[in-house]
């Protein structure tokens, strides 16, 4: 069943006039292809909906079929569209963070990380070690609780319904670690300007470790259930085959760009805090289909629980956020003593900290692809303006070529592997 | 002569009355309430705008009339389960494979035509 | 990441390639950046992209931002990658906005990098800036009949005010 | 046999009132602003005790075998997926059976932030649900728009759609919705939990009070003694028809 068959009608070239209404007048756009065919040889549009038990979310293809084959994909986004860049800009710097971490709802780490850092860029601040070694820890945390989500759902979507029990068991772990160490399940809005809230309660680092020695057993079982299994080969070995040249070209970045071969990770290449002396290595895969993408999930699982065994050994004593008091509250303590101290409490709380104006772009690795924040400050105490370059908004242009040419029945899967998260495509 | 079909009847009965009685209950208790919406084709929360006229392609008759030649074979073969270890006779054997046989012999001819993999 | 020196020997070559269409550098944050004039995007994209030298092949991202009380008002902003060197390098398109009801116009650069469908059609959707040549150029994230770009600093925020009881008798019916 | 004529040979001694859920509770919001009166008060009053043991069984039936509808929209709908995991399982509610078409589903649980592009999606998936139907609105976004007071999100779902309980909380933890979920089961049962006010019985802390604080104008002051009588009444009625049994 090659999947590439050349697609006859591709996007607008076939310029063939579509005589009367076919397919009843839709204030909504039929796809190109749709159209092009005429009345004779008709391709049934329909909306693959905002309401749709595959779509991991609110996305909406209008999708052109003939039979079963998808002839033409077009993706409508915005269903959950909730105006945060512009709320950003009225808010001062502190209370953008719940806002930046309910975008990408799985990665909320990752989207705090991005924007805390592209501030403390804009400040210069430097954040002490061992707010540096929380902060990666927690993220890998969270990566692997938001591939946990991942795979749960897409084995879902193919059938293996006892996967998804396996991984929300799982995942309700991680969120017990979040929940001591932050006091919240989802959205903790754990990361401050210039480090971390809080520093982790005292047994934290022995339940990590717990999870830590637990979680590849678990993974194990997960690879026994699916690795080898007939049906889940069958849907994901040569489906939804992308060049890397394509992919590159469309600007995916992430597990999909790794598992077509590109060796491109951005805690490698620009390694920000202390990834540089971890060592883990990044899983890359070499055909380029669903399993690969699979696979190199799976196995970015297992790195990170490395990563969260070397980060817990090596953290560092000391301050877990800078002393900076322009920026960062002094501790509580000092305020019934020194004056200075209750000034800048004062300050910070009322109106904020304010940022020299300039515009700063700083990217980090999301579980998802490259999650970039570009802040521009204008010297107030509000940001003028916050862009968060979310990776499935870019990675889902990347659809159209894996599905044209294929059956409905890959585009489920396609679209389970490219794992799109709404909230960050709709910011 | 009627005691031996008492049963069927009365299991037949009952089969009728409680499928009826609780299709019926929901009717009856269940409030109804029509509007527009409720009416229209369910797409995904969309108004849908394929056109009634919409005419589906030939696979899909082509696959549900092979399910049903293959199927209908299968209910023959129950009868002859039934009365296998009474008759234990060669006759019933071959009677058997000979049907399957012509059968197969069908299955082949339509994966020779090309009617099974989908177009 | 090209540092200052750097930012101004690609600035000067621009500018005797595309005459003088760079119309200012700065260099902040560890990352260079080339003010372009608009009409010259286009060429300027195609040089960064081509050069042996500078092969800055991915696009990273391309965002509007609404710069109100300074003067070129739009800016439409590149973040160019170059994958083998690990170097970003961000290039924005000044735009002057041209007042009543017409929008602000720029050359779409989706023949160059077709990454910038989306994008490009997200910076329309919320700043009405017009990409010329864009394939498909509608309203991405808002409804498709929406009126007013919700991004512009001049778009009031939205919302309902929160009624608390002490102003029911100010508003005795609010909840009609 | 046609339907009315099955029901004329057995009443199902329903009272005349239509017995849908909504207008009775409007009818109750009605009641504690004090613009209800005269005979609707008291059919509002007879008909708020679940009486019938038919509509009892009916009830029964209904809460303890809810079908959700998967109407995942964004970061609650992640802890909605978690409440069907092992550990804050629903199915001990009979509410397992998550249903994907509106079809088959009676409860639509809106988890996450109603957008305004999404708003007529919702509103039509509401009015496809077959009766009865009933609405979970979770999360703060869905409740009251939340912390986006912006030009893109709906301010509360219960501007376009009738919403039965509002489960606060951002996201709300899995622990909450099933607690929403439990509140609602009771009301389907017909007796839903009493307000703040009956619980700690803080009758006297109504609108009204400001009276005391002598900044509410004449009419105002007409309109709560009207509101309080009535009240009043409800009460007696109320006391009265727990202590004598569902007249």
Redesign the interface.
Known sequence: MSTHRSAPAHGGDILGETGEEVIGTSAVERTAAGEALGPEEELLTINFGPHHPATHGVLRLLVSLEGEVVRDLKPVVGYVHTGIEKNCEDKSYWKVIPFVERMDYLSYFFNMEAFVGCVERLLELEIPPRASYLRVLHMELNRIHSHLVWLGTSALDLGAMSMFFYCFRDRDKVLDLFEMSTGQRMHTRYFQVGGVFEDIPVGFAHNVRAFCAEMPSRLDQYEAILNRNEIFLERTRNVGVVSRERLLELGVTGPLLRAAGEPWDLRKVMPSHCYQDLDFKIPVGTVGDGYDRYRVRVQEMRESVRIIEQALDGLPEGPWIADDRKVVLPPRDELSTSMEALIHHFKLVTEGFRVPPGEAYYAVESPRGELGCFVVADGSAKPARVHIRDPSFVNLQALRDQCVGGYVADMIQNLAMLDPILGGIDR | MLRSYLPVLVFAGLGVLVGGLLAAVNGLIGPRKPNKAKSDPYECGLPSEVSRTFRFGISFYMIAMLFILFDIEVVFLYPVGVIMNVAHSVFVLVEVIIFVALLFVALVYVWRRGALDWR | MPDAPGLELIAQDLNDVAGGSVLGTYHEHGQGCLIVDPEHVLDILRWLRDEPGQEYRFLSSLHGVDYLPAEPRFGVVYELLNMPRVERLRVRAALRDPGGDELPELDSCVSLFPTAEFHEREVYDFFGIVFRGHPDLRRILMPEDYVGWPQRRDFPMGGEPVIFTRDEPVMPRWYE | MR?EK??ALAP?EEPAAP??LRVRQLRARDLLRGDLEGPDLERHVEESVLTTTMQKA?GWGRANSIFPA??????C???M??I????YDIARFGAENMR????QADLLILS??V????AP??R??Y??M???KWVIAMGA?SSS?G???????V?GADKFMPVDIHVPG??P?AEALVYGFNKLQRMILGNPDPGWRRRYNAAGTE?WA?EATG???KE?IEAYEAARELAATHEAARSQASRGGPT
């Open positions: 339907r099955l029901r199902l017995t849908d009916i998967t109407f995942g929209l964004a970061c709908a992640i802890e997926m978690s069907v995991s092992p550990r994907a078409s509106p079809r996450g932030r957008s305004i592009k999404m999606v919702c039509r998936l009015d496809q077959l009766e009865p976004c728009g912390m986006f007071a912006n030009y893109a999100v301010q951002c996201p933890r609108e400001r900044e509410a104008s105002e």
